[in-house]
Structure formats: structure tokens, C-alpha cells
């Protein structure tokens, strides 16, 4: 062995040493102080042997029932503090809200986020960014008729291109993905893209594999021991699709600049650009090029995903229970008939509402949440939790709460019915999360999923592929920061 690699190894060792020493002294110190408990980590790896990688939610909601409501896991040198059920997730996000509205730092975000943008930013930058975004999404029709004569126009769009296919087997993702980005587009550009147009094919296609690498192990474990990216390729290709998508919107707002009339603002990147002017020469402001571009890249982002896959979990529900399918279907016949689905009949029609809650709360598309870190020392439950600490707001395990839902495990329309059919709402439905990070888009979310849904029901009835019966769809998620269905195909037949 010559001596560089010698002192390479000398250094290796020396690491390896001081991991063990800090986390020795990180678990005696807070096994002291109140912190909550949790399984026994090796040195080094932490709990990593026990965690599923793919799918971390389900070795977290069998720990809780060791651990209770708040335990700790150990990732590698860094402990996480993972919260369990609707009771604790609600004290912490709501009744806690700003010791709980921090956002850790993970590796492969701070290459690429930098501190800016809403979803993971912290800090004032946050908070002027997400209160801009919240007023600017009102003002551009979030939640009112404005924007629901754009989604009723696009749902026609839609229905049209799965018409096309005339009932044969199709792969739906990249058209509910267009047509639901396309509602977010009409307001940060103030235009729509033809399902076929290749950037918005480009765009979506590197939005999605982001979206799933984000939640694979090898990025997962690049965030643990960022020291071994050199042999996990997965982050630089997530920073490479970003800088993609970037671009795009760099040059979106470069072509807006040059037309742009402050008496004439036509979509959310002009009122970006006109504040953006206005603050000229301050040093301290945030209205920079960097903050628009993660501004708009998380708001096309969780704009298009969480919709376009809780209806794609939509449609294989109710091809897996066809007889809810049927119903929601006179349902729709009874109050609506052939007239164009509007947010006025929403409270006409209880069982579709419940239907399209419970497709939410047993999809689960974001079993984690996104991450929280405590912005000050807080005490929960009992447990002391310092300032900074990494926390999953397990939603899950929300959504599936034993002491909340009837049948919590089963697809059951009911849980948002009362005995008269009425329907009722359920404090522990919380897919959009809860507090001060609850999510901005979430009007825009409900109407677009009453609107997207109701509109294909009332035009096709969705079957399996031929030779593949309703008992033979699989419902096990795949894997991804959020969790889609596995891909399938949808037989779409018009109704007569």
C-alpha cells in the first residue's frame, strides 16, 4: 500500500471514529434530556438496517406501535423525530405551528433549492415568498369562477383526448399530467400547451422523474452520507432535470420581460416581474430571478402531481370497485345529467364528494409529508424536541388512524357519510397537511379534483385492460416522494 492510500484509510478511519463518538454522545446526551425514544442504533448506519428504503412509512407506522406516538430513528449520524397518529401530528403542526414550521437541510435540496422558493425554503424568505404566491394565486382566480370556467374548458380538452382512443387500452399518466398542469400554467404563464406540444412533454417527463428519485434509496442515502455521492449518480440527475426545467423558466420570464405592462399583469410571473421592479435597488429584497425560478418550479411541481396522481388513483379505484363507480355515476345523472360538472353541484352530490375524500385519504400519496424541522425548543407529548431537529409528520399514519377511521385500511366512501347519506367532514382528513405549511394550492386541489373527476365519470365508464379483472388490479404503490399507483392501463368506454 503506498502512502497515499495509506493516509487515505488513516482518514477513513479517523471519520469513521468521530461519527461513532458523535453519535454516541448524541444519543447519551439526549437519552438525558427528555428526548423521545427509540430503537437502539448501530454505529455508523444508525437504524438504517431496519428502515425499508423504498418505502420508510411502513417500517415508521410498525415503530410506533413499539415507540408510540413520538419516537426518534438515528440516519446514520442524524436523528429524525417521527410523529405518529392524528392526536400528535395535529398538536405539533396546529397547536405548535411555529416551533414546527422549519425546514431541515437535506443535501440534495440545498444543491438546488439554495434557500429560495416556498416549499423548502425558511426563515422571512418563506414567508414573503408564500405570501405573495397565496395573495397572487387569489388574484389570478384560485378558487373562483375565473379559474373554474378555465378547469370545466380543460376537462373538455381531456375528455376529447381520451374519446380519441375510442375505449382501447391506454396509459394515462402523461395526459392527466398535461391536463392538470395546463390549470397551473393558465395562471404562472397565462397560457395552455396541446397535450402533444414536446417542451410541455419535456417538462412533465423530467418533472416525474425528479418526483421519483426524490424518494428512492439511493437519494435517500445520499442525503444520509452526502461523503458518498461520488458512487450514487441518482441526486445528479435530479440536479440535472432541474437545471432543465429551470432554463425553461428562465426563459419564459426573460420573453415576459419584454412585453410586460404593469397596468397589464396576464399572468403570475408579471406580477413577480412588476414587484420585481418596484423593489429595484434593494439589496435586502427578495423578488430576485432565483426566487421566481423555485417559486415556479415548486408551484407547476405540486400544481401538477399531487392532482394528476391522486385522479390516476382515482380511476383504478373505480375500475378495482366498479359498483361505487356505478354509483357515483347516478349520482351524477340524478344532478347534473349532461349539463358541464360546476362547483355549485359539489354540495348536491354527497356521495361523489365523499368518494373523491376517500380516494385521498386511502391513496396517500404523501405518506411522509414533507419534512419540518422545530424552529425552537418544544416539548410534546412529553418529550423535549431541541431546535433544529429533522421531523416527519407521518401522514400516513393521519389517514389510516385506527382510533379515526372505521375501517382504515379499506377503500370505504362511507367514512364521509353520515347514516343519512349526508356527507360529513373528518378532522383527521389531512392530505394536504396542516398548520403553517399546509399546502397553498389546496382550493385550487379540491376544485380541480371535483371538476377532472366528475367529468370523466359522467363520461366513460373506466374497465380493466381485456383479460385483466377488477380483482386482479394491483393497489400496491410505487415508489417516489409521493406514491402514484404501479402504471397501468384504462380502458375509457363512452357512455351512450
Same mark, same amino acid.
Given at each position: 500500500?503506498?502512502?497515499?492510500?495509506?493516509?487515505?484509510?488513516?482518514?477513513?478511519?479517523?471519520?469513521?471514529?468521530?461519527?461513532?463518538?458523535?453519535?454516541?454522545?448524541?444519543?447519551?446526551?439526549?437519552?438525558?434530556?427528555?428526548?423521545?425514544?427509540?430503537?437502539?442504533?448501530?454505529?455508523?448506519?444508525?437504524?438504517?438496517?431496519?428502515?425499508? #428504503? =423504498? !418505502?420508510?412509512?411502513?417500517?415508521?407506522? *410498525?415503530?410506533?406501535?413499539?415507540? $408510540? @406516538?413520538?419516537?426518534?430513528?438515528?440516519?446514520?449520524?442524524?436523528?429524525?423525530?417521527?410523529?405518529?397518529?392524528?392526536?400528535?401530528?395535529?398538536?405539533?403542526?396546529?397547536?405548535?405551528?411555529?416551533?414546527?414550521?422549519?425546514?431541515?437541510?437535506?443535501?440534495?435540496?440545498?444543491?438546488?433549492?439554495?434557500?429560495?422558493?416556498?416549499?423548502?425554503?425558511?426563515?422571512?424568505?418563506?414567508?414573503?415568498?408564500?405570501?405573495?404566491?397565496?395573495?397572487?394565486?387569489?388574484?389570478?382566480?384560485?378558487?373562483?369562477?375565473?379559474?373554474?370556467?378555465?378547469?370545466?374548458?380543460?376537462?373538455?380538452?381531456?375528455?376529447?383526448?381520451?374519446?380519441?382512443?375510442?375505449?382501447?387500452?391506454?396509459?394515462?399518466?402523461?395526459?392527466?399530467?398535461?391536463?392538470?398542469?395546463?390549470?397551473?400554467?393558465?395562471?404562472?404563464?397565462?397560457?395552455?400547451?396541446?397535450?402533444?406540444?414536446?417542451? #410541455? =412533454? !419535456?417538462?412533465?417527463?423530467?418533472?416525474? *422523474?425528479?418526483?421519483?428519485?426524490? $424518494? @428512492?434509496?439511493?437519494?435517500?442515502?445520499?442525503?444520509?452520507?452526502?461523503?458518498?455521492?461520488?458512487?450514487?449518480?441518482?441526486?445528479?440527475?435530479?440536479?440535472?432535470?432541474?437545471?432543465?426545467?429551470?432554463?425553461?423558466?428562465?426563459?419564459?420570464?426573460?420573453?415576459?420581460?419584454?412585453?410586460?405592462?404593469?397596468?397589464?399583469?396576464?399572468?403570475?410571473?408579471?406580477?413577480?416581474?412588476?414587484?420585481?421592479?418596484?423593489?429595484?435597488?434593494?439589496?435586502?429584497?427578495?423578488?430576485?430571478?432565483?426566487?421566481?425560478?423555485?417559486?415556479?418550479?415548486?408551484?407547476?411541481?405540486?400544481?401538477?402531481?399531487?392532482?394528476?396522481?391522486?385522479?390516476?388513483?382515482?380511476?383504478?379505484?373505480?375500475?378495482?370497485?366498479?359498483?361505487?363507480?356505478?354509483?357515483?355515476?347516478?349520482?351524477?345523472?340524478?344532478?347534473?345529467?349532461?349539463?358541464?360538472?360546476?362547483?355549485?353541484?359539489?354540495?348536491?352530490?354527497?356521495?361523489?364528494?365523499?368518494?373523491?375524500?376517500?380516494?385521498?385519504?386511502?391513496?396517500?400519496?404523501?405518506?411522509?409529508?414533507?419534512?419540518?424541522?422545530?424552529?425552537?425548543?418544544?416539548?410534546?407529548?412529553?418529550?423535549?424536541?431541541?431546535?433544529?431537529?429533522?421531523?416527519?409528520?407521518?401522514?400516513?399514519?393521519?389517514?389510516?388512524?385506527?382510533?379515526?377511521?372505521?375501517?382504515?385500511?379499506?377503500?370505504?366512501?362511507?367514512?364521509?357519510?353520515?347514516?343519512?347519506?349526508?356527507?360529513?367532514?373528518?378532522?383527521?382528513?389531512?392530505?394536504?397537511?396542516?398548520?403553517?405549511?399546509?399546502?397553498?394550492?389546496?382550493?385550487?386541489?379540491?376544485?380541480?379534483?371535483?371538476?377532472?373527476?366528475?367529468?370523466?365519470?359522467?363520461?366513460?365508464?373506466?374497465?380493466?385492460?381485456?383479460?385483466?379483472?377488477?380483482?386482479?388490479?394491483?393497489?400496491?404503490?410505487?415508489?417516489?416522494?409521493?406514491?402514484?399507483?404501479?402504471?397501468?392501463?384504462?380502458?375509457?368506454?363512452?357512455?351512450?
Amino acid at each position: 500500500m503506498d502512502w497515499a492510500n495509506l493516509a487515505l484509510a488513516g482518514l477513513v478511519l479517523i471519520l469513521i471514529l468521530l461519527l461513532v463518538l458523535k453519535r454516541e454522545y448524541f444519543w447519551k446526551s439526549h437519552a438525558r434530556d427528555g428526548f423521545p425514544p427509540g430503537p437502539r442504533p448501530l454505529p455508523i448506519i444508525g437504524n438504517l438496517h431496519i428502515l425499508d #428504503l =423504498k !418505502r420508510p412509512y411502513r417500517t415508521m407506522l *410498525e415503530l410506533s406501535k413499539t415507540y $408510540g @406516538s413520538v419516537f426518534s430513528l438515528q440516519m446514520g449520524p442524524n436523528k429524525i423525530v417521527v410523529l405518529s397518529g392524528y392526536d400528535t401530528v395535529k398538536e405539533a403542526l396546529v397547536n405548535h405551528a411555529n416551533a414546527f414550521a422549519g425546514r431541515p437541510e437535506i443535501p440534495v435540496l440545498e444543491k438546488i433549492v439554495k434557500g429560495n422558493g416556498i416549499l423548502f425554503s425558511s426563515g422571512e424568505n418563506w414567508k414573503v415568498m408564500r405570501r405573495f404566491t397565496l395573495t397572487t394565486l387569489r388574484d389570478f382566480g384560485m378558487g373562483k369562477k375565473a379559474i373554474e370556467d378555465f378547469i370545466v374548458e380543460e376537462t373538455g380538452h381531456l375528455a376529447d383526448a381520451i374519446e380519441s382512443h375510442k375505449g382501447k387500452p391506454l396509459e394515462m399518466t402523461m395526459m392527466l399530467n398535461a391536463a392538470v398542469s395546463n390549470v397551473i400554467m393558465s395562471i404562472l404563464l397565462g397560457k395552455r400547451f396541446d397535450y402533444e406540444d414536446p417542451t #410541455l =412533454k !419535456r417538462l412533465l417527463s423530467l418533472v416525474n *422523474e425528479n418526483v421519483r428519485l426524490l $424518494g @428512492s434509496p439511493s437519494v435517500s442515502l445520499y442525503n444520509i452520507f452526502p461523503v458518498f455521492g461520488i458512487f450514487l449518480k441518482d441526486h445528479k440527475t435530479i440536479v440535472k432535470n432541474r437545471e432543465e426545467v429551470g432554463a425553461f423558466v428562465k426563459a419564459t420570464f426573460t420573453e415576459h420581460l419584454k412585453t410586460l405592462d404593469k397596468n397589464d399583469q396576464r399572468s403570475f410571473i408579471d406580477t413577480f416581474l412588476v414587484r420585481q421592479q418596484e423593489e429595484k435597488g434593494n439589496t435586502n429584497g427578495y423578488f430576485h430571478n432565483d426566487n421566481l425560478d423555485e417559486v415556479m418550479q415548486n408551484l407547476f411541481i405540486a400544481g401538477m402531481e399531487t392532482t394528476s396522481t391522486t385522479l390516476r388513483w382515482g380511476l383504478l379505484l373505480m375500475m378495482k370497485y366498479p359498483e361505487i363507480q356505478k354509483k357515483v355515476q347516478e349520482e351524477i345523472e340524478r344532478v347534473i345529467g349532461s349539463t358541464s360538472p360546476r362547483i355549485e353541484h359539489r354540495s348536491q352530490m354527497p356521495y361523489t364528494d365523499a368518494v373523491i375524500h376517500e380516494i385521498q385519504r386511502f391513496a396517500n400519496i404523501l405518506p411522509l409529508n414533507l419534512p419540518h424541522a422545530t424552529t425552537e425548543d418544544v416539548t410534546l407529548k412529553g418529550y423535549f424536541v431541541p431546535r433544529g431537529t429533522y421531523v416527519i409528520p407521518l401522514l400516513a399514519s393521519v389517514l389510516r388512524d385506527k382510533s379515526q377511521w372505521e375501517k382504515p385500511d379499506m377503500f370505504y366512501p362511507e367514512h364521509f357519510l353520515d347514516s343519512e347519506g349526508k356527507f360529513v367532514k373528518k378532522a383527521a382528513f389531512m392530505p394536504f397537511s396542516a398548520g403553517r405549511r399546509i399546502c397553498a394550492g389546496e382550493t385550487l386541489a379540491k376544485m380541480e379534483l371535483f371538476l377532472f373527476f366528475t367529468r370523466l365519470l359522467q363520461q366513460f365508464i373506466f374497465h380493466p385492460p381485456p383479460g385483466v379483472s377488477s380483482s386482479d388490479l394491483d393497489l400496491t404503490p410505487a415508489v417516489g416522494l409521493t406514491t402514484p399507483p404501479a402504471v397501468h392501463e384504462v380502458c375509457a368506454v363512452p357512455r351512450s
